[in-house]
């Protein structure tokens, strides 16, 4: 029920073209995702738009993306965000043919012959602090991150992935 009133209150909030950077700033703030705005809990919803975005595979609205999702993905009303690996359901019902793995070593091997991608990583304490989720790209010798944080609102540039997630804070990857 509450996805559907945020769509509506979604819907008329039009965010620029291109990726989503920085979800605590500009339009992206404002839409709401469950009980909170996007600012605070949007990070699995914008990495799957960016993904979708950059990789060409289909443009879906975000706001399409957040009503969607969140009767399977949210946790707790949507207050923590939502549970990453439940975002394979979104792909599947959209025919978007994706990997997923909840091993680092697995993922880091594999996205190295990818272009694009989707980490859950751990902020602090693995389960004991809150999560982030990020779409990845493999441009030039580096790993591109969109919304690598709350207000920075363009990609970072990495050399590798160990520099914004290791082996023991990474939950989930998916890839393509």
Request: charged share 25%; proline share 4%; with cysteine.
């Amino acid at each position: 029920m509450i996805e559907k009133l945020n769509y509506k209150k979604n819907i008329g909030i039009t965010l620029p073209d291109g990726t989503v950077n920085g979800q605590g700033v500009g339009e992206i703030s404002k839409m709401r995702y469950g009980i909170m705005p996007m600012s605070w809990n949007g990070c699995e919803i914008i990495a799957v738009y960016n993904f979708l975005m950059i990789s060409s595979e289909k443009v879906i609205p975000i706001q399409e993306i957040a009503r969607e999702v969140y009767p399977y993905g949210s946790i707790c009303w949507g207050f923590f965000g939502t549970d990453p690996n439940r975002l394979i359901k979104f792909f599947r019902d959209h025919s978007v043919t994706v990997q997923h793995t909840r091993k680092f070593d697995v993922f880091k091997s594999t996205f190295k012959g990818q272009k694009y991608g989707i980490v859950a990583f751990w902020n602090g304490v693995p389960k004991a602090s809150s999560l982030h989720t990020v779409c990845i790209e493999n441009r030039d010798g580096k790993i591109i991150v969109y919304n690598r944080s709350n207000r920075r609102d363009y990609p970072v540039a990495y050399d590798n992935l160990e520099e914004f997630c290791d082996k023991t804070h990474f939950i989930v990857g998916y890839f393509k």
